[in-house]
């Protein structure tokens, strides 16, 4: 394991079940030799760290069959990241953080309403990005206003974080605009660097028929593709997905307000009930520990319910 | 002389002429059977109709208009899409070349019932 303090990291593991370790270079490779391989070799790197990862909160979502807590489920999410014993470096929310309506100023209230609850999260550091529902129907206008860029990029501690806008467009397109923006970055980044993506949609072709995709998506993979050490983070499916496309990792995070069925596995696509007997089940977040030197990535999946 | 040269020249317009028109006729009949066209509504958040059947190898055009805001039609099991704007109209010409039920969607972004808007094409024999 790495340089970082873990008491803090074995304790949240302990919550969430399952562990997986992620890298953008397989899951079994450690050591001296990945790291010499990498250039990383007798570089002085900065010590691991762990963000936290929200994603699709849809404040002002209203459907008590689906989730009855609708105002109460953000709350519960802010309240689990607070009660962390370790506190994250920082928090990213990867979009959808409001529901969306067609009326500007109902947007606009259940913008300043979410804006208004994590507000409430110890953290200082927060980025966010959007979703369709806060970005389409308005090109992003509204959200800008709020939260600012619909990319943008920052680094940490050695790793590069890009901010990739794929909603804004309402027919699921990066752009080209933005895709200069993107290439003019990683110009500006070796070959090893440690860079991960945070998007909203897919990438990737997930599942096209229910909107799991970006248009444009495969040239961003391509323009990624040079660079050997790049993971990307996204949301907008309501649930866990791992994939690789080369030796890039794609991982999904679950909603806060309603889970969605696995890729194609139902007729038509639609929110999974509330299970009472299991409240909040299908509903989560995630710890994402750094280990910057190995360029892997440890994903602890939590639930609102600390167990 | 004249005379049968006057009648080969006589002879060879008419030749000329039957053959244009054949040619022409053969331009018509081919042109003649137009391709039909089917015509889609889209509106927030429904296509109409959402059933569509077509027979396979018969050529059709897809006349797709908005009554509301920007839309999208995707067919991808023919690999057929189109920007479907208010006030404008989307022609898609094919031929399915496979039977089966296809589905159909929205895929521009256009609120909240924006996921139930899908449609099927059924494609027989």
């Known amino acids: 394991m790495s340089e970082m303090d873990r008491r803090g990291f074995i304790k949240l593991a302990g919550l969430g079940g399952g562990i997986v370790f992620a890298s953008s270079l397989g899951l079994t ?13 007798g570089k002085k790197v900065e010590k691991d760290f762990y963000f936290v990862q929200l994603s699709d909160t849809h404040w002002g979502f209203s459907g008590p069959k689906v989730n009855p807590d609708a105002e109460g489920t953000l709350k519960k999410a802010v309240q689990v990241v607070n009660g962390l014993e370790e506190q994250p470096d920082f928090i990213v929310f990867t979009g959808d953080l409001t529901h969306t309506t067609d009326d500007v100023q109902v947007r606009k209230d259940r913008m300043a309403q979410f804006r208004d609850i994590v507000g409430q999260l110890k953290v200082p550091t927060v980025h966010f ?15 800008q206003q709020f939260f600012g860029k619909l990319n943008y990029t920052f680094d940490h501690k050695g790793v590069h974080f890009i901010v990739l806008d ?22 500006q980044q070796k070959p090893e660097a440690r860079i991960v993506v945070l998007t909203h949609r897919p990438l990737f072709d997930l599942y096209p028929d229910w909107d799991w995709a970006t248009r444009d998506g495969s040239a961003v993979i391509d323009a990624l593709m040079p660079h050997k050490n790049v993971t990307v983070f996204y949301g907008h499916i309501h649930q866990e997905h791992h994939q690789m496309t080369g030796h890039i990792a794609h991982h999904s995070a679950k909603s806060l307000m309603f889970p969605l069925p696995a890729p194609g596995s139902v007729p038509k696509k639609a929110p999974i009930p509330w299970d009472a007997s299991a409240p909040y089940k299908g509903l989560g977040l995630r710890n994402i520990e750094a280990e910057v030197r190995q360029a892997r990535y440890g994903i602890t999946e939590l639930n609102l319910n600390g167990g | 002389m004249h005379r049968k040269k006057r009648d080969l020249i006589a002879g060879a317009l008419v030749i000329s002429a039957t053959i244009i028109s054949a040619l022409a006729l053969h331009v018509r ?8 066209e089917i015509h889609i509504t889209a509106k927030k958040f429904e296509f109409a109709p959402e059933t569509i059947t077509l027979k396979k190898g018969e050529p059709v055009v897809l006349v797709i208009s ?26 898609i010409g094919f031929t399915p070349n496979k039977t089966g039920k296809f589905n159909f969607s929205c895929d521009v972004f256009c609120g909240e019932g924006h996921e139930d808007m899908t449609g099927t094409i059924v494609v027989t024999e």
């Open chain 1, 166 to 187: 794929n909603v804004s467009d309402p027919g699921a397109i990066v752009g080209e605009s933005q895709l200069n923006w993107l290439k003019a970055d990683l110009k």
């Open chain 1, 129 to 143: 990005m959007a979703g369709e529902h806060d970005a389409s129907l308005d090109r992003g206008d509204a959200y």
């Open chain 1, 29 to 41: 490779t450690l050591g001296s030799a990945l790291e010499y391989a990498n250039g990383y070799a």
């Open chain 2, 29 to 36: 009949a081919y042109a003649l059977p137009a391709e039909r």
């Open chain 2, 66 to 91: 908005s009554q509301d805001r920007k839309h999208g039609f995707n067919l991808r099991a023919f690999g057929i899409r189109a920007d479907v704007n208010p006030g404008g109209t989307a022609r």
